[in-house]
């Protein structure tokens, strides 16, 4: 079936430096990639919708100056998270959604950031 | 108030117990409702979609009462493979972007 790999599972960086997560389709294109993040015991939050080409449509309270999303092509979303500090801890997951008829969603495997 | 509502659990149940799992939901326009599994420290699995007639995989009946706004799952003869956290997902639209999830509802089946 359809894969959404993403890179990497596990980081542990400092406060204040760059964390940069991939989000790959691997045997799709993904016009459009969704990303979220599950603090625990919580549910998935939308964060952004990141479509192909053009600018990310961020929820309201993300901040776009924090979260960098990048779609450069029809099977990469990066995420970038900036200045990263101990709050932003947290499961970061991405999905997407296959440009099919049935626009089928497909998540990634989610990565664990970790800010000290 | 949440958008999509779960009872958190956990659920603690037996091998070969039946356990039902309810949701609601507060946004009278959605449209598509889904049932997903999480296992601890991954990402969300489809398990079904839910229909207003009702339907079933094997072990496991959704349902749909729109009037309610309210949706449920089934999952009979349970077995240790089903502990996860199962969550409820709302849709207005076909759209995906519109996807409001539950805060799930964790179970554990006990040998």
């Known amino acids: 079936g359809a894969v959404v790999s993403q890179h990497p599972s596990r980081v542990i960086c400092k406060s204040g430096t760059s964390v940069k997560i991939e989000c790959r389709s691997l045997d799709f294109q993904a016009t459009t990639m969704f990303w979220y993040r599950q603090f625990p015991k919580q549910s998935l939050m939308l964060m952004a919708t990141?479509?192909?080409?053009?600018?990310?449509?961020?929820e309201q309270g993300v901040e776009k100056d924090k979260f960098l999303i990048n779609h450069a092509s029809l099977t990469l979303s990066t995420l970038t998270v900036t200045s990263a500090h101990p709050e932003d801890s947290s499961f970061y997951i991405c999905?997407?959604?296959?440009?099919?008829?049935?626009?089928?969603?497909?998540f990634g495997e989610g990565s664990r950031l970790t800010v000290l | 108030r949440k958008e999509v509502e779960q009872d958190p659990g956990p659920f603690n149940v037996p091998e070969g117990a039946t356990v039902a799992f309810n949701c609601t939901y507060s946004n009278s326009a959605s449209q598509s409702f889904f049932w997903y599994r999480q296992d601890c420290r991954k990402e969300p699995k489809l398990l079904m979609s839910v229909y207003s007639s009702g339907n079933e995989d094997g072990r496991f009946t959704a349902q749909l009462n729109r009037a309610s706004q309210y949706i449920s799952l089934l999952i009979r003869d349970s077995k240790l493979s089903d502990s996860a956290t199962y969550l409820c997902v709302a849709s207005i639209s076909g759209s995906a972007r519109q996807l409001t999830f539950g805060s799930g509802t964790q179970l554990t089946v006990l040998p």
């Open positions: 990141s479509n192909e080409g053009s600018k990310a449509t961020y």
């Open positions: 999905s997407a959604r296959a440009d099919t008829y049935t626009g089928e969603l497909f």
